[in-house]
């Protein structure tokens, strides 16, 4: 058996550290693909937000006249506008969280070296428990004979 309770301690607490930086991988790989989408998403907002703004000009520089254009066209901006600030939002707390270190484990104790306890003396214990098992066996013959001869003479 082993019996350097360092090395023990020290090899609990490797195993945790390790678990966490794989778990922590696993995680971190998971939020980078989403990553890619949530970036995706963002430049789709603003390309599509670019157009209508592009849109909302060319409208009222050749025609202006025309309110109803301005007027759907501008409510399609502000439409727009509203999608990519709030995947914009979502992108920017999702890389605040990327790049966050958050352990996985919840330690409630980190492993230290082993404090050793004595044992109990189990021969004094033995030679205890027989002795009190042949005085109390002693007594009880006792106390048997004594009531053999209390019931005699009675009886007489």
Same mark, same amino acid.
Do not use: N, Q, W
């Given at each position: 058996t082993d019996r350097d309770k360092t090395l023990a301690a020290n090899m609990a607490n490797d195993i945790v550290k390790h678990l966490d930086e794989m778990n922590l991988n696993i995680t971190t790989e998971k939020k980078k693909d989403l990553t890619e989408v949530y970036e995706k998403g963002v430049k789709e907002k603003r390309l599509v937000l670019t157009q209508l703004t592009d849109s909302l000009h060319n409208a009222i520089r050749n025609n202006p006249r025309? !309110?109803?254009?301005?007027?759907?066209?501008?409510?399609?901006?502000?439409?727009?506008?509203?999608?990519?600030n709030n995947i914009k939002a979502i992108y920017d707390d999702h890389l605040a969280s990327v790049n966050q270190k958050v352990s996985t484990f919840y330690l409630v104790e980190v492993a230290k070296p082993a404090i050793r306890r004595s044992s109990p003396v189990r021969w004094l214990i033995v030679f205890s428990s027989v002795l009190v098992t042949f005085i109390a066996s002693i007594l009880g013959a006792?106390?048997?004979?004594?009531?053999?001869?209390?019931?005699? !003479?009675?009886?007489?």
């Open positions: 025309d !309110t109803v254009t301005s007027k759907i066209i501008g409510s399609m901006v502000k439409d727009a506008l509203g999608d990519y006792l106390i048997f004979e004594r009531f053999k001869d209390f019931k005699l !003479t009675i009886e007489e």
